[in-house]
């Protein structure tokens, strides 16, 4: 019994807490359509660069800002309008697409040399 | 007069005396808290806990920026503030007590977490005697702050120092006798270790008469309520902080309940002559310099000098590398010789070595040091602290928000305040290093009007590094 009690009190002290930062994310974030990770273009740009979604279908998207600057998102062609996101910070975008097709989106803030290269697109199918 | 005879006489600014003490544990709550087997373990397994989070947060960190991230601000900012402007110089190497780094290998070594196994596990080879001082603490800590432009900003560079440490913790303490890493490897335990010379707090016996009766000195052997001293001390009989990890094991294997918790006045240790050597010397000259060139790198006008600490080019960090070396190993202790040969030419004493002027004068450094590294420690709390509480919040730049403070964003906090700050402990560490100062003068040259002569150089040695940190820290 002394045995379990200790093997209890390590694991909720080193693997309870890793683990519960992960299901507590995922609980928070269980209707995200998709997660992307912003980086300067030469440090590998949008990861994934291609993110395909249903139309009519309410998405949301995390952009999580990876780098070291500041980036922005913006899919001007689906009404999102471009946001700052801080390095090391994140936000969420919402919307709707009624219309299948291709929507590019783009970084919004002046990252660096190769900043009118980061973007990706949005594919719409029904 | 015999060093004990002199340090009782002895005043702190010619107004406390040194020897005054305050036994905490005459407090029948601390006692009984000392006593109990769960008291440092609660601490240490309270650490172990948020080490978990900071570890998994430099993970998810990566290389993304710093301030948001609660690996770079609770181990930069909250906890180093905290060891150096609370914890280190008031309640010494209290940080040892609870520290979560060794637990691993110490819970290997014991083969149980709670209780008590005084047959330890491992190798239990005896660390060598020619590395059994700060020497190798000396480097190591020196080379850590090589990667400062790194270790400081990006979360996961942080994760793999912590888990760096860690892992030779572990295998240094199944090689190894007891805390070996704790003692002669970890590179937190150097710089506590010398500037707990200047903490208000100490453990000590109550009455070494008791001790000197007590045939089987179970605070050194352990007995069924407790370990031997993990620290290898002999805790009937040290009289310096410098190894004392502050366990309490000793509070527990006393049979005779013969062990205090004093708070005293700050300095105490500087006057003990025993365990001085070069290699604590070189310890306070590089810590005054890492001071000097954090500041410079971090806070100060050069941007090429960040540029170097972080980094830009490997030519520039190369550089940064040898000049940081340069000034710590050799530029400060070389200035300081050459004031302690004019304190030992100035005294006319010709029966002292050089090398004992040399090393006894430099401990009148460390209380400015340490006042050099609180207010270098100002300039990051006050304009960054409240980035903590955005990452109480929200730990992962993820969106949380679990305290209500996520939306706290960055505020610096009474930093038109800052300089005058720093500028009040460079002036009391200034004061405190030239009161000992003289009276390591007075211990060193034993003549009284010798040691005022002696005293002058290292008055000037202290002013000018004082006048240059103001001048470094003011702009």
């Known amino acids: 019994m002394k045995a379990i009690l200790v093997w209890a009190i390590l694991v909720f002290c080193t693997i309870v807490p890793i683990v519960a930062i992960f299901v507590y994310d995922a609980h928070l974030n269980d209707d995200v359509t998709a997660e992307i990770l912003a980086r300067a273009p030469e440090k590998g740009n949008f990861l994934p660069r291609s993110v395909t979604v249903k139309a009519g279908e ?3 998207l995390r952009v999580r800002n990876v780098d070291t600057v500041t980036h922005g998102f913006a899919i001007p062609a689906l009404g999102v309008e471009g946001r700052d996101i801080k390095a090391g910070r994140q936000s969420m975008v919402e919307f709707v697409a009624e219309e299948p097709g291709d929507y590019d989106f783009y970084c919004t803030a002046w990252c660096g040399d190769n900043h009118l290269q980061m973007r990706g697109v949005i594919t719409v199918v029904r | 007069m015999s060093e004990e005879k002199q340090r009782e006489g002895e005043k702190l600014l010619g107004l ?7 036994d905490l544990t005459a407090l029948p709550l601390v006692r009984w808290l000392f006593k109990k087997r769960w008291f440092p373990m609660l601490l240490i397994l309270f650490n ?9 947060g430099g993970v998810i960190g990566g290389f993304s920026s710093g301030n948001y991230s609660i690996t770079i601000m609770m181990v930069w900012i909250l906890w180093w503030v905290l060891l150096m402007m609370l914890l280190v110089p008031i309640f010494s190497r209290s940080w040892c007590l609870m520290c979560p780094l060794p637990a691993f290998g110490e819970w290997l070594q014991r083969l149980r977490v709670f209780g008590v196994n005084n047959s330890l596990h491992g190798l239990k080879r005896k660390w060598p005697e020619r590395l059994k001082n700060m020497w190798l603490m000396n480097f190591l800590f020196l080379g850590t702050t090589f990667f400062s432009g790194f270790f400081t900003v990006k979360p996961l ?3 793999i120092l912590l888990g760096g440490i860690i892992v030779l913790g572990v295998v240094l303490s199944l090689l190894f006798e007891k805390r070996s890493f704790c003692l002669y490897v970890c590179p937190v335990s150097g710089f506590q270790g010398l500037y707990s010379n200047v903490a208000m707090a100490e453990i000590r016996v109550k009455d070494p008469a008791i001790c000197a009766k007590h045939k089987n000195k179970t605070c050194v052997t352990g007995n069924s309520k407790g370990y031997g001293c993990p620290w290898m001390l002999e805790p009937h009989s040290f009289e310096r902080n410098t190894y004392c990890g502050m366990c309490l094991e000793c509070f527990k294997t006393c049979p005779f309940d013969n062990m205090a918790f004093n ?12 365990g001085r050597g070069l290699d604590e010397a070189w310890k306070g000259f590089i810590m005054l310099s890492i001071a000097l060139m954090f500041f410079a790198a971090m806070m100060g006008p050069w941007s090429w000098l960040k540029d170097w600490v972080r980094g830009e080019t ?36 010709k029966d002292v070595s050089m090398k004992a002027v040399f090393v006894n004068l430099s401990y009148c450094l460390v209380p400015m040091g340490l006042a050099a590294w609180i207010a270098f420690s100002f300039g990051f709390l006050m304009p ?3 980035y903590v509480l955005h990452i109480l919040s929200d730990p992962f730049g993820w969106g949380w928000n679990l305290f209500g403070t996520a939306g706290f964003e960055w505020t610096p906090v009474f930093t038109g305040l800052m300089t005058n700050l720093q500028f009040a402990t460079l002036i009391l560490g200034f004061v405190l290093s030239a009161d000992f100062a003289f009276k390591l003068a007075q211990q060193t040259y034993a003549d009284r009007a010798a040691a005022r002569r002696g005293f002058l150089p290292i008055l000037m040695y202290l002013t000018g590094l004082t006048l240059f940190f103001g001048w470094l820290y003011g702009g």
Request: proline content about 5%.
């Open chain 1, 58 to 60: 309410k998405v949301i």
């Open chain 2, 16 to 22: 406390i005396p040194l020897d005054w003490r305050f």
């Open chain 2, 48 to 56: 172990l806990f948020i080490f978990m989070v900071i570890l998994t």
């Open chain 2, 157 to 159: 560079a942080t994760f």
């Open chain 2, 263 to 274: 708070m005293r006045p700050p300095g105490t240790d500087l006057l003990v002559s025993k």
């Open chain 2, 314 to 349: 490997l030519g520039g960090w190369l550089t940064f590398v040898v000049l940081h070396s340069a000034c710590a190993l050799l530029v400060v202790p070389a200035s300081f010789f050459v004031f302690a040969w004019l304190s030992k030419a100035m005294s006319g004493v």
């Open chain 2, 384 to 386: 960054n602290g409240s």
